[in-house]
């Protein structure tokens, strides 16, 4: 391998850790998050995860999160923080761009290592490695699987054929959403075909050299993967049933049957031109016109790796576009393939670019474009503001979707001060009521052992409500607990969870009594 390649991809790999790993408990966990940490929680503890076909995603996110806390020592589940979950991301945020390191000889080494710098500063890349969810193990699996196709069509290995029918399987196991890209793949070659023949006049072009036993080897390969995972490891027969009952339910979300439903132009808008009042302008047009160039190359030049990447990178865009089901995290999938379009853009450029004046003004943009797109990572992970609400939290930030908010820190803070103050620690009975999605509290709330969680005011309520010490309400419910004959509780406040949700704490009188004794004296 060639010493300045692997030399640039060590240093590109040290910029992509150096935006994503710090600072990894800054924002609080997502809804999303914390479902995920949740169904952690139920392997780790008590071993007795399964694969949910109506919710949740796949299994590979909680199984290969048992690694990462083995390596950080272990212990008990309630002491985990949100970095000890997303540093999983981070590490296949990292992959990413150590993958391209089997592409290099067939893709060049001026396009891997520019198409490394831009996985490396990518804002969308960054930003969702530091997610605990699902998205950038499905990317990283689905690059794997390119590759080690496209390496066994090179080299007739049956090793290939293997390890690609591996990331085939860990595909199935991480997100029912891996049909998409699959289909993307076998267009992607479909296309290129056609596109020889029509293009090149049928000339002689790229023989592959995979048989048909290679192909029975990756498919066997990546049966007996998503078995073992969906199965929990042969201790769920219904798994793997399950995992095609699964696309009953998430076919009625992908029709439009889901709150998540977006304009077709939902993820252009965040690569290229997002602006709120009051914010600055995101873009990430650098990659997107880079790639353009990059497709432009691919169809009209010869080499077929790059032309691949090309009429997939159009299909799964194409795909993503169409359904109106639509999150930001899903447009990892395809923008991926538009990086590796950018890598390639950006040397077709810098090689059109003929008089020296030409290559230094080349030079200039490229070093403005990369500039911006790490300032860009930067802010979105850990700047704020001109308020000093920081833009990870705010809907300033193209890629926040959902977030919750600062203040239901301040919420679980005061619990916990109850809780110390309370006779029953963490053992006092807790109802939580709301109609709107109450995660990810119950992720900040796991070491209470008596709560309860209702979409309404439950009647009749399995306690008496003046008996409960605490209750977190949604507004929604105008549940007015303070304002009984009896005034068993007061009102302490309101908290917001996620934008337009809204939470209001009843505290029983005696432990509010208790807790602000504890409270330091208010200065004169």
């Excluded at 949740?56 to 996110?61: D, E, M, N, R, S």
């Excluded at 997002?274 to 880079?290: D, M, N, Q």
């Excluded at 505290?507 to 509010?512: D, I, M, S």
């Amino acid at each position: 391998m060639n010493r300045w390649l692997l030399a640039g991809m060590v240093l590109l790999l040290g910029v992509g850790l150096g935006l994503r790993a710090p600072a990894l408990r800054l924002r609080p966990m997502h809804n999303d998050e914390g479902v995920n940490a949740m169904n952690f929680r139920r392997l780790y503890v008590t071993n007795d995860y399964k694969y949910n076909p109506d919710e949740f995603h796949g299994p590979t996110l909680p199984y290969l999160t048992l690694p990462d806390v083995w390596l950080q020592g272990g212990g008990d589940f309630n002491e985990f923080t949100e970095a000890t979950y997303r540093s999983v991301t981070v590490a296949f945020g990292l992959g990413l761009i150590l993958l391209l390191l089997l592409l290099a000889a067939d893709f060049g080494r001026a396009q891997t290592l520019w198409a490394a710098a831009l996985t490396a500063l990518s804002p969308a890349m960054v930003f969702y490695s530091r997610y605990y969810i699902h998205e950038m193990l499905l990317v990283f699996f689905t690059a794997w699987t390119f590759i080690c196709c496209w390496r066994c069509a090179n080299s007739g290995r049956a090793a290939w054929a293997v390890a690609g029918g591996i990331g085939l399987g860990l595909m199935y196991a991480t997100k029912e959403t891996f049909v998409l890209a699959l289909a993307a793949m076998v267009l992607a070659a479909g296309t290129s075909a056609l596109w020889r023949r029509w293009r090149d006049g049928g000339a002689p072009g790229f023989q592959p050299r995979w048989n048909w036993r290679q192909v029975f080897a990756a498919l066997t390969a990546a049966a007996v993967t998503a078995a073992v995972f969906f199965s929990s490891f042969f201790t769920n027969s219904a798994g793997p049933l399950d995992a095609l009952r699964t696309y009953l339910p998430w076919l009625r979300r992908a029709s439009g049957a889901t709150t998540h439903v977006h304009p077709w132009n939902f993820y252009f808008e965040r690569l290229l031109f997002f602006h709120v009042r009051g914010g600055p302008i995101w873009s990430e047009g650098f990659i997107v016109a880079l790639a353009l160039a990059g497709f432009i190359g691919a169809v009209r030049g010869r080499l077929l790796l790059l032309r691949l990447i090309a009429f997939y990178t159009f299909w799964l865009t194409l795909i993503y576009t169409v359904l109106p089901y639509k999150t930001p995290w899903c447009l990892l999938g395809f923008y991926h393939g538009m990086i590796l379009l950018a890598g390639a853009g950006a040397v077709l450029l810098w090689r059109a670019c003929r008089p020296a004046w030409l290559k230094t003004a080349a030079a200039l943009a490229l070093a403005a474009g990369v500039a911006h797109l790490a300032w860009q990572s930067y802010r979105s992970n850990f700047a704020a503001d001109s308020s000093g609400v920081p833009y990870f939290d705010s809907a300033k930030n193209p890629y926040v979707y959902s977030q919750t908010l600062p203040d239901a820190l301040r919420l679980v803070f005061t619990v916990e001060a109850l809780a110390h103050v309370s006779a029953q620690g963490y053992g006092t009975v807790m109802e939580v009521m709301t109609p709107e999605s109450y995660w990810p509290l119950p992720w900040y709330l796991r070491r209470f052992t008596n709560v309860g969680y209702w979409d309404n005011i439950p009647h009749p309520p399995p306690v008496p409500i003046g008996s409960v010490p605490i209750m977190i309400v949604s507004t929604e419910l105008h549940a007015a607990f303070d304002e009984g004959p009896d005034k068993t509780h007061l009102m302490a406040g309101y908290f917001a969870l996620r934008p337009q949700v809204f939470l209001e704490l009843y505290v029983q009188t005696n432990l509010w009594a208790a807790y602000v004794k504890t409270l330091p004296p208010e200065k004169d």
